[in-house]
T-cell receptor, first 115, second 114 residues
């Protein structure tokens, strides 16, 4: 049973370019969460999605960031016009339900570097 | 202090010794989870303890939860060099709020010397 898959593992973008990060949840999981980890920091919640629905995007920056989880295919976190401050590790997690009693399983992360 | 704050920030021990890490939080929770992160890697789920539980074991791991003090501890017994990693606690269920949104602390960096 494959775990949460994320790609790419490493992404380098120049300032002003777009970054697309992909996440495939564990088999049987329909709830996806995105977190961001800045250097020397813990993870910070960004957004919670179910298939075709954004449930909670309270942790997303108001501009340039968007997320989707289409009916088919992986969840995508999109960052437009990246800036140096977007450099971080972005982790995706999935769970069986949205209840906290079910563990969230994390992917290996995408490390974004903005030059 | 922020929700889910671990201490110490760094801990260095010898192989075979026990390691204890603590986590404090501010608001009521439903559950508390501990994760491990090896350098440059993703998070590995270690253990979940519910707010009505006081202690939980998993292999060499022992987690306690004291909701009156809003604190938890993670004990790793008979540590191994492979236990070297950062350890994070994550809380959920901020009072009246969602219970899926995990709040992480900055972690404890554990180094186990061979």
């Amino acid at each position: 049973n494959a775990g949460v898959m994320q790609n790419p593992r490493h992404l380098v973008r120049r300032r002003g370019q777009e970054a697309r990060l992909r996440c495939s949840p564990m088999k049987g999981h329909s709830h996806v969460y995105w977190y961001r980890q800045l250097p020397e920091e813990g993870l910070k919640f960004m957004v919670y999605l179910q298939k075709e629905n954004i449930i909670d995007e309270s942790g997303m920056p108001k501009e340039r960031f968007s997320a989707e989880f289409p009916k088919e295919g992986p969840s995508i976190l999109r960052i437009q016009q990246v800036v140096r401050g977007d450099s971080a590790a972005y982790f995706c997690a999935s769970s069986q339900t949205g209840e906290s009693s079910y563990e969230q399983y994390f992917g290996p992360g995408t490390r974004l570097t903005v030059t | 202090s922020q929700q889910g704050e671990e201490d110490p920030q760094a801990l260095s021990i010898q192989e075979g010794e026990n390691a204890t890490m603590n986590c404090s939080y501010k608001t009521s929770i439903n559950n508390l989870q501990w994760y491990r992160q090896n350098s440059g890697r993703g998070l590995v789920h270690l253990i979940l303890i519910r707010s009505n539980e006081r202690e939980k074991h998993s292999g060499r791991l022992r987690v306690t939860l004291d909701t009156s003090k809003k604190s938890s501890s993670l004990l790793i017994t008979a540590s191994r060099a492979a236990d070297t990693a950062s350890y994070f606690c994550a809380t959920d269920g901020e009072s009246g709020g969602s219970n899926y949104k995990l709040t992480f602390g900055k972690g404890t960096l554990l180094t186990v010397n061979p």
